[in-house]
C-alpha cells in the first residue's frame, strides 16, 4: 500500500509540474523551465511565450459562489414573504379579518417555520404581475415547490402541534389549492380544519386561545360557502362559536334599487318563508348581470372579494342559515327540493358575480367542476322541480366549455318541459357555434376565447319563417358587431307535440338576466 501511495504521490507532482508550463511549451509539448516573465527555452529559440495561464479557482472560492447561490434564493424568498405582506394579504378580506391576515399569520412566521414557508409558496403563486417572482410562479417553480414541501414536512413532524398554528396552515392550504384552482383539494383542508377546530372545542381550548378564537369564524364561514359550493352537510359540526358578524350591515340584505346595479343594503333580512328568501336573492342576482365592466384582474380565490356583490352573497347566505335553522320541525331542512334550489341559484349568482363584470369568458373554466356539482344536484330534484332548474341549466350549457358537461346541461334542459326543450335547442346551437372548426372539443381549454360567444337575444325572421340568434364574440362590449345565426321556427316552438307558454325571446331574455323568479312561480311549491 505504501509503495502504491508513493507512486500515486509521484505521478500527480509529475502532472502538476507539467500543467504549470508556459502556454507555448505546453502546445509543443516540452518542458518548460518555467522562466518568468518568458521562459527561456522559448526565447532562447527564438520562439515568442505566450505566458501562463491563470490560476485555478481554489476550493473556498467554489464554497463562496454556493453561498452567493444560497443569498440569492433567500432574497427571493424575503421578496415573495413582502410581497404577500404588502400585495396579497391586505386582499384578502373575504374570509377573515384584516387583523387576521396582515397581523396575526404574519406574526405566528416568528415561532413557526411551517407557516413562514407557507406564505412564501403561496406568494410565489399568486405573484401574476411582480417581474421578480412572475416567472416562479408556475405549479412547477422550484421556489414554490421548495417551500411548500418544507412546511408539510414540518407540520407532518411536530409533535404537539399548538392548533392555532395548524388551523392557519389549513387556511394557507387553502389558499395554494384555490390559486392553483383545485377546489377538490381546497375542499379537503377546509373539512380537516373544521375537524381541528371541532377537537380544540371539544378539549374546551378557545376559551384559553384568542387565536383560536379568531380563526373559528373564518372556518365557520368556509362550511357555509363549502355546503353551498359542494353539497355538504355541514349541520353535525361540533363548534358552537357564534358566526362572525356578515360584512354588509346587521339586519339588512341585499335589495336592488335601480338597473344601474346600486345595492340597498337596508331592507329587512328576516326571511318569514321560502319565497322571500327567493325574492331576496333575486335582488341580487339583477345587481350581478347590471354590474359595470370593472378594470382589475378577476378574484384569484374565494378570499378575494368582488366590490358589493361578494358581501351582499354572503350576507343573503347567512341569513338564508339562519332561516333553515329555524325550521327544526323538519330533520333536514337545507336538503329539501326548494332550500337546494336556492342554494343553487347563489352558487350560480357567486359564479357570475366573479366572471361577468370582466369581460372575459375564459375566467368561467375556473368554476368548471362547481358547475359539474350542479348539475349532478339536479339530477335529484329534476322530476320534483324541473321549471325552477330551467336557468341553472342554461346558465351551464351556456358558459361551461367542457364539452360533456355541457352536453349533460342541455339534456337536463331537455327533461324541463316545454320551456326548458326551447332553450335546450338555444343552447345547443351556441355549443355548436363554439365548437365549429374545433376537433374532438374536450376540455375547456379546447375552445379558446376567440370562439366563444355571449349570447344576447333571439328574434322574429321578418324575413323568413324563423327566429335569429344575436350574439356578440370577444371582447362582447357594446361596441362588438353582433353576429347572428338562424333557427327554425318550428323546432322553437313545438317540441314533442307540447307548444310552449312563453315566447322564446322572453324566455330567453329570463335566463340572460338571471331572472329566476319568473321560473321559480311557475311552479307550485313543494315544500
Known amino acids: 500500500m505504501a509503495v502504491t501511495s508513493k507512486s500515486t504521490d509521484t505521478i500527480v507532482r509529475k502532472r502538476n509540474r507539467r500543467a504549470v508550463g508556459c502556454i507555448t511549451c505546453r502546445i509543443r509539448r516540452v518542458k518548460c523551465d518555467e522562466g518568468r516573465p518568458s521562459c527561456h527555452r522559448c526565447t532562447n529559440t527564438g520562439r515568442k511565450c505566450d505566458g501562463y495561464p491563470a490560476p485555478k479557482e481554489p476550493a473556498p472560492i467554489a464554497y463562496l459562489i454556493m453561498a452567493q447561490t444560497s443569498s440569492e434564493c433567500d432574497y427571493i424568498a424575503r421578496t415573495a414573504f413582502q410581497y404577500f ?85 389549513c387556511l394557507l392550504l387553502v389558499l395554494c389549492s384555490e390559486l392553483q384552482r383545485k377546489p377538490n383539494a381546497a375542499v379537503q383542508h377546509i373539512l380537516a380544519g373544521k375537524n381541528i377546530l371541532a377537537s380544540s372545542t371539544a378539549q374546551q381550548q378557545i376559551q384559553t386561545s384568542a387565536a383560536i378564537a379568531e380563526i373559528a369564524p373564518i372556518f365557520l364561514q368556509l362550511e357555509q360557502h363549502t355546503a353551498s359550493f359542494h353539497g355538504l352537510d355541514i349541520t353535525g359540526s361540533s363548534v358552537t362559536l357564534s358566526k362572525s358578524k356578515s360584512t354588509s350591515s346587521p339586519g339588512s340584505v341585499a335589495q336592488l334599487t335601480d338597473p344601474g346595479g346600486q345595492v340597498d343594503l337596508s331592507a329587512p333580512v328576516i326571511f318569514t318563508d321560502i319565497n322571500d328568501a327567493a325574492i331576496s336573492l333575486q335582488a341580487i342576482a339583477s345587481a350581478c348581470v347590471a354590474t359595470p365592466r370593472l378594470e382589475e384582474p378577476p378574484p384569484a380565490t374565494v378570499f378575494h372579494t368582488v366590490p358589493v356583490l361578494t358581501a351582499s352573497l354572503k350576507s343573503w347566505l347567512d341569513h338564508f342559515a339562519t332561516f333553515e335553522a329555524s325550521h327544526t320541525e323538519e330533520t333536514a331542512p337545507f336538503l329539501t327540493a326548494n332550500h337546494q334550489i336556492l342554494r343553487m341559484y347563489h352558487t350560480m349568482l357567486h359564479i357570475l358575480s366573479r366572471c361577468v363584470p370582466y369581460f372575459a369568458e375564459t375566467t368561467f373554466d375556473a368554476c368548471t367542476g362547481t358547475m359539474e356539482r350542479l348539475i349532478s344536484t339536479s339530477i335529484q330534484l329534476v322530476q320534483l322541480t324541473p321549471a325552477r332548474l330551467i336557468p341553472i341549466m342554461f346558465f351551464v350549457a351556456t358558459q361551461c366549455r367542457n364539452a360533456s358537461i355541457r352536453r349533460r346541461a342541455v339534456e337536463m334542459l331537455r327533461q324541463c318541459g316545454p320551456d326548458g326543450r326551447m332553450l335546450a335547442r338555444i343552447a345547443l346551437k351556441v355549443v355548436q357555434i363554439e365548437e365549429r372548426g374545433v376537433e374532438e372539443p374536450i376540455t375547456c381549454a379546447d375552445i379558446p376565447e376567440s370562439k366563444r360567444v355571449k349570447v344576447t337575444d333571439v328574434q322574429h325572421d321578418s324575413l323568413g319563417d324563423g327566429y335569429i340568434l344575436l350574439f356578440r364574440r370577444s371582447p362582447y362590449g357594446q361596441d362588438t358587431p353582433v353576429d347572428y345565426c338562424s333557427l327554425s321556427k318550428q323546432s322553437m316552438t313545438s317540441m314533442d307535440g307540447v307548444p310552449s307558454c312563453t315566447s322564446p325571446p322572453l324566455l330567453l331574455q329570463a335566463v340572460l338576466n338571471v331572472d329566476f323568479m319568473m321560473f321559480w312561480n311557475s311552479e307550485i311549491s313543494i315544500s
Request: contains cysteine.
Open 85 to 169: 405582506r404588502e400585495v396579497c394579504a391586505p386582499a384578502l378580506s373575504n374570509y377573515g379579518s384584516g387583523y387576521f391576515w396582515t397581523k396575526l399569520v404574519l406574526q405566528a412566521c416568528h415561532h413557526d417555520e411551517s407557516i413562514k414557508h407557507l406564505i412564501i409558496a403561496a406568494s410565489c403563486l399568486g405573484a401574476q404581475d411582480y417581474p421578480l417572482l412572475q416567472s416562479t410562479s408556475s405549479k412547477g417553480c422550484p421556489l414554490y415547490l421548495s417551500h411548500y414541501g418544507r412546511a408539510l414536512k414540518l407540520l407532518s413532524r411536530a409533535t404537539s402541534p399548538d392548533p392555532a398554528v395548524v388551523l392557519m396552515a
